[in-house]
T-cell receptor
């Protein structure tokens, strides 16, 4: 079975400052890794995904994430945040065969301070 | 841009009543999923559906739950006799058959059981 840990439940950041949201996973098989964002009163939107290849993946809205196999991590970063980035961010994994379920972390609420 | 839609956005019901949550997946997608998110908790997998049958279900998805694709466009989740602990946000997702398991989520239905 797979599991995902997001240690930071809430992260406050000043506008235009950099941010890193942490994600660690556990799995005995190869996984795909995803970051989803949930804006207030909306559904889940895919930010970016790691499938294979380059360990640095770029997503929408200026976000990027780096896959680190040795540390089983997939941290999300943005060099300069904006008020509109205020949202809940979820890290998720799935196995690499089939179209299997996503296993989510508990989420990190990112609050941007003006 | 195609999107997953869900109705209703909010449903209030009395304990013991049956509810049906409706989803319209993206039209050419083949894999369908239900997830739920109890307030303040992580998004949890309920069930996946492919080729008109359940592919996988979680421990949460007991005999009180059922899914159906009654026509070519709708995908429904039925809870036969709701309990207080069924109160949650329910998300539908769909996925085009691919190697990448990119699931597209609807905006969710908030179910409140009184």
């Amino acid at each position: 079975a797979q599991s995902v840990t997001q240690l930071d439940s809430q992260v406050p950041v000043f506008e235009e400052a950099p941010v890193e949201l942490r994600c660690n996973y556990s799995s005995s098989v190869s996984v795909y890794l995803f970051w989803y964002v949930q804006y207030p009163n909306q559904g889940l939107q895919l930010l970016l995904k790691y499938l294979s290849g380059s360990t640095l993946v770029k997503g929408i809205n200026g976000f990027e994430a780096e896959f680190n196999k040795s540390q089983t991590s997939f941290h999300l970063r943005k060099p300069s945040v904006h008020i509109s980035d205020t949202a809940e961010y979820f890290c998720a994994v799935s196995v690499t065969f089939g179209n299997e379920k996503l296993t989510f972390g508990t989420g990190t609420r990112l609050t941007i301070i003006p | 841009e195609p999107e997953v839609t869900q109705t209703p956005s909010h449903q209030v019901t009395q304990m013991g009543q049956e509810v049906i949550l409706r989803c319209v997946p993206i039209s050419n997608h083949l894999y369908f999923y239900w997830y739920r998110q109890i307030l303040g908790q992580k998004v949890e997998f309920l069930v996946s559906f492919y080729n008109n049958e359940i592919s996988e279900k979680s421990e949460i998805f007991d005999d009180q739950f059922s899914v159906e694709r009654p026509d070519g466009s709708n995908f429904t989740l039925k809870i036969r006799s709701t309990k207080l602990e069924d109160s949650a946000m329910y998300f539908c997702a769909s996925n085009l058959q691919s190697s990448y398991n990119e699931q597209f989520f609807g905006p969710g239905t908030r179910l409140t059981v009184l």
